[in-house]
């Protein structure tokens, strides 16, 4: 037989339906088991688009758009999914006047569930056919997704209890998808404003805290169009500025995406920037920037709110209705059905605070000075100023300043230019950052309102750890190399990959010291044109602006300077996940620079290279730790690679 499968995809204004139809087909006139065949088709109504988690212009046509389908066919055991009797990828299914060719699909006749899944993740279902034949339906509606928020890829779902009949050639068999996100709109009104005045309020940033951006459930069990998936927890933000475009531009209104979740204990908090204008004869006679904030908070009330929190497959549309009078704003919500929905938003003489920056990066300099925008009292505290050193066996030391010390910041408020100033005496001597937070807050309101900032400190230079811990490889050190590896020298233990970063450097030069020359030495090799330190006295003279030191899973055996060359050419080591290769010698000036920073009295970093002697690249010369000089050696010695990561 062949029958012919139409999906259909339904806005919430046009009247979304159940995700799966839990109706049960009992036909037991049905021979169950022989081969039937499909003629699938996806056919998707019009929808309105708007904006994704990085904001789209509209688009009414891209939400129904479909790149690739999963149809899955299981055996319907007394309304029970179980065996998978069918099944299909199809990556971008041809269009003919929106209507999607899946093609012939095979299957089992008798009771079954058909599933559809539209524009799944990469990783949400197995990558071919044969592994979706084996997948049960226990697993296949419990797929997790973080798919990216995006109005042409919306991943949509759903499910249909039916019976295939190998008797009823043609049948048709309609089946409803629903977007898995939830959209919000927002858009504004006004009132109290004269008869020959014209007002708008154009959003130049807003920022939305509490979007989920993971479902942790796709199908089945949660079939609900009212409650949402008490398994979906996620937490996150999106946040948009006009300013952050090649020309500056503003908004009339705006949407966004989110994964279904509970908003009774945790809100989500819309905040937005505008300007609030009126025009009467062609003149503007009023311009303010307003901020207003709304916490989005869906409740089930019959006929007028369909939801309990954010459910997937509806549309929620927030109206902020201003008033010209009091330049305030008041919010009602519209449900799926496009009831009104009485809002409270108590943000009548609405209190703002926004900080122009919430991270602060400070290089070799002693002050640095940011905004703030309140219409309340301002005040900024210290709450903590800590610094992270390391000790000899790699573990951490942290560390904290206290007032009256010369890296302990002091804060300065003008609340005539609403600025802040972070000012300290002297950078930090002990070659790690700092790191302080600072607390913006208000007096003078119902609710204080507040703001975290850090600020990191950076000397120079500045040293920084990333532990390789992955000790059942070695730390991705290979075997077969010249000097071999700590195969099992326990005591040798300090697996930190130190990153030594240089801002200025002092009585030392920055810049690259690298080459490409042919490496050999009978046992290895020859390997040509690879990249090497150099060898001459001018570039063992230079310190890399930012380079990582090899953990104590790369110390050697003494091996000639040749054989040193050779065996960081072949080395590798993991730093923040990557497998490192192609390192080189550290130049004479490198050396003498770690040995000076790990000499240091003031030093928060004890140990970085705990050997004698190391070679450096300047041909048969080595450098000694605990003075920093330099001398000549014709035989072996010890080395610790490095690799740049600038």
């Not at 109504?45 to 990085?54: H, L, N, P, V």
């Not at 046992?523 to 690879?530: A, I, K, L, M, N």
């Not at 990557?578 to 928060?604: C, F, H, M």
Request: charged share 20%.
């Amino acid at each position: 037989m062949k029958v012919k499968l139409f999906i259909i995809l339904f806005a919430a204004m046009l009247g979304w339906t159940a995700c799966t139809n839990e109706e049960f087909i009992d036909n037991s006139s049905v021979q169950e088991g022989l081969d039937v065949s499909f003629n699938a088709t996806l056919s998707i109504e019009d929808i309105t688009t708007k904006a994704g988690m990085e904001y789209e212009e509209p688009d009414k046509n891209v939400e129904k758009t479909v790149t690739k389908c999963i149809v899955a066919i299981f055996k319907n055991e007394n309304g029970t999914p179980t065996t998978c009797v069918g099944y299909k990828i199809v990556d971008n299914p041809g269009s003919n006047n929106g209507v999607y060719d899946l093609g012939s699909i095979r299957a089992k006749s008798g009771n079954v569930r058909i599933v559809v899944v539209a524009n799944p993740a990469a990783t949400d279902y197995p990558a071919t056919e044969a592994d979706l034949s084996s997948i049960g339906y226990s697993s296949f509606n419990k797929v997790e997704t973080t798919s990216k928020f995006s109005s042409a890829s919306l991943v949509k779902v759903g499910e249909l209890n039916t019976t295939l009949d190998a008797t009823k050639p043609n049948e048709t068999i309609n089946v409803d998808l629903k977007q898995l996100p939830a959209r919000v709109d927002v858009k504004f009104g006004f009132s109290d404003g004269g008869s020959d005045e014209t007002w708008t309020y154009e959003v130049s940033s807003f920022e939305v805290e509490g979007i989920n951006p993971k479902s942790n459930i796709l199908l089945g069990d949660y079939n609900s169009n009212y409650q949402y998936n008490p398994q979906n927890t996620g937490y996150s933000s999106i946040s948009w500025s006009g300013n952050e475009s090649e020309t500056a531009k503003t908004l009339s209104e705006f949407s966004f995406y989110t994964y279904e979740r509970a908003t009774a204990a945790n809100p989500v908090l819309i905040t937005m920037t505008g300007i609030l204008k009126g025009i009467k004869n062609g003149q503007t006679f009023f311009q303010e920037t307003k901020n207003y904030k709304y916490s989005l908070d869906p409740k089930f009330v019959q006929n007028v709110c369909k939801t309990n929190g954010l459910v997937h497959g509806n549309l929620y549309e927030l109206t902020g209705n201003i008033s010209l009078t009091s330049k305030s704003i008041e919010f009602t919500a519209k449900s799926k059905d496009w009831e009104y929905k009485n809002v409270n938003a108590d943000i009548g003489n609405v209190n703002y605070l926004f900080v122009s920056e919430k991270l602060i990066y400070m290089p070799n300099t002693l002050s640095y000075t940011f905004s703030y925008a309140s219409n309340l009292d301002v005040g900024c505290s210290i709450e903590s100023v800590k610094f992270t050193g390391y000790k000899t066996n790699g573990d951490t030391a942290p560390g904290t300043y206290k007032s009256g010390d010369d890296q302990y910041p002091t804060v300065t408020l003008d609340k005539n230019a609403k600025t802040i100033t972070v000012s300290m005496k002297a950078v930090p001597k002990n070659y790690v950052p700092t790191h302080i937070m600072l607390k913006v807050k208000t007096s003078g309101g119902k609710v204080e309102l507040s703001q975290d900032v850090e600020v990191i400190h950076y000397p120079t230079p500045y040293v920084e750890a990333y532990q390789n811990n992955k000790n059942g490889s070695y730390g991705g050190v290979p075997s077969g190399m010249p000097g071999g590896r700590t195969e099992y020298d326990y005591s040798q233990n300090n697996y930190n990959v130190f990153v030594v970063t240089s801002i200025a450097s002092g009585n030392f030069t920055i810049g690259d010291p690298t080459t490409t020359a042919t490496l050999s030495n009978g046992s290895y090799g020859p390997y040509p044109d690879v990249m090497i330190t150099g060898t001459t006295a001018d570039l063992n003279n230079l310190v890399s602006p930012k380079f990582i030191i090899a953990s104590q899973h790369g110390i050697t055996s003494q091996i000639s300077y040749t054989n040193a060359q050779i065996r960081c050419h072949l080395y590798k080591e993991y730093y923040e996940g990557k497998l490192l290769e192609n390192w080189r010698v550290p130049t004479e000036a490198e050396l003498k620079y770690i040995s000076y920073l790990q000499r240091d009295g003031n030093s928060a970093v004890k140990s970085l290279l705990e050997g004698a002697y190391y070679w450096c690249a300047l041909q048969n010369y080595e450098v000694r730790m605990s003075t920093g000089n330099s001398s000549y050696n014709g035989s072996s010695q010890y080395v610790r690679c490095v690799h740049d990561v600038y």
